[in-house]
């Protein structure tokens, strides 16, 4: 895919955005990935708001939400985004430390497309990240913003 993708990352962790930027410039080859990071889920509504608003948007194709966050965490932002008619179709990954099986089905049952159990290493990440991104990139159709009429 020759055109970029715009991923939209929504974590609070400093050290995690870092070591998911490195790993996403990483498996980027035959493609442009363009992180945007959100610090905290509350961000996200305001800034796709924002997005639809401005005529150069970077409309994200992707969502990596963290599964917990200080005031609104992926679980609860997660219903909102699949609410709203111009977000609902944006793909959705929840990321989070945990691997628990309810947890999992709750996130798949609120409308993610998939989940993420971060990893402990860099090249587990990386790896998971090269998967996600392939499969996102050369088998499925991102949406694309929608010029309101």
């Not at 070591?19 to 990071?37: E, K």
């Not at 509350?42 to 924002?50: F, G, K, N, R």
């Not at 966050?69 to 679980?75: A, I, Q, V, Y």
Request: proline share 8%.
């Amino acid at each position: 895919m020759t055109e970029p993708i715009h991923i939209l990352v929504v974590d609070d962790d400093d050290v995690y955005w870092t070591l998911l930027t490195r790993a996403l410039h990483d498996v980027s080859a035959g493609s442009t990935l363009r992180p945007h990071r959100l610090s905290d889920g509350d961000q996200v509504i305001p800034y796709l708001a924002e997005q639809l608003l401005s005529p150069q948007t970077t409309w994200p194709q992707l969502i990596l939400l963290d599964e917990r966050m200080p005031r609104l965490d992926g679980t609860e932002l997660l219903p909102l985004l699949k609410q709203h008619p111009h977000y609902r179709a944006i793909p959705v990954c929840i990321m989070s430390s945990s691997d628990q099986a309810t947890l999992i089905s709750r996130c798949y049952g609120l409308g993610a497309s998939f989940f993420i159990t971060k990893p402990l290493r860099y090249q587990q990440l990386k790896d998971k990240l090269a998967g996600a991104i392939a499969f996102w990139s050369n088998v499925a159709e991102l949406p694309r913003l929608i010029p309101q009429a």
